[in-house]
């Protein structure tokens, strides 16, 4: 694995040395856009609207738009200035349990591996965050970014995910229909529940696939073996004629589930 970022997580007077892995790394199809008449692909040119010139990557700033059209320039040795003392630090500043953050605020993951001289200080803070049962939040510096990170201890390693800050959650007021109250038919809540329990298992994602990635790269395999071969793509299912109650569909779905072989997993209350 590249080592992303080197430096050290610090909590109380205790500095570990650490090296940051992505834990992540997409396996998506990705397809370039090519000239459809050479199938050259595309070039992209960055460009001064006003000038009417390509420009150089040397002649090109960072600004900060403070009113419309009016900017103010930073150069890198100011933002480096900024980041100097914190970029190489991952600074613990709580302890709380996992239970607690919202998974909305959940960004990226990386991989913490200690470096040989730290070690032993690595393992203490496994342990500590292990038996407590708690999960260290932390701020760091990350490509010039800073963010929010929650640290939590899996299988012996540690593992960090960059926060979302809480301004850029959008409010869920926005939201059409936000918080209007829709009354739920007891019938129906009991069957929605009962289809729950048919589909209730322990969550292993190994047992998803990505179905378009694989359409996709079954898609290319043809077309590279028969270049002069007409792909056939499937066609779309029709839109049913049938208008069928919320309380039809839950019961079909149900069955559908006992067909599959999903147990109900919804405990049985005991007799008093």
Known sequence: MHTMWRGSVSFGLVNVPVRMYKATESQSVHFRQLHKTCKSPIAYQKRCPICQVDVEPADIVK??????????????EELAALD???????????????AEIDPIYFDASYYLAPEA???????????????????????????????????????????AHSLVWPQDIRSRAELPYA???VPVAEDELKVAVQLIDQLAKPFDPTQFVDERRAAIEQLVEQKRAHADAVIQTPATAPAS?????????????IKMAQKSGAEPKRKKRKSS
């Open 241 to 253: 004629a049938d208008v069928i109650s919320l309380m039809e569909a839950l019961q079909k779905s």
């Open 179 to 181: 918080g209007d109250p």
């Open 63 to 76: 600004g900060f738009e403070y009113a419309k059209g009016q900017y103010v320039v930073v150069d890198e």
């Open 117 to 159: 001289s730290g070690r032993k200080a690595y393992a203490l803070l496994v342990a500590a965050l292990r038996d407590t049962s708690k999960v260290a939040i932390a701020r760091m510096v990350l490509r010039a970014t800073e963010t929010m990170a929650c640290i939590r201890v899996v299988d012996e390693t540690l593992v």
């Open 84 to 98: 100097k003392t914190r970029s190489q630090t991952i600074d613990i500043v709580q302890f709380t349990n996992a």
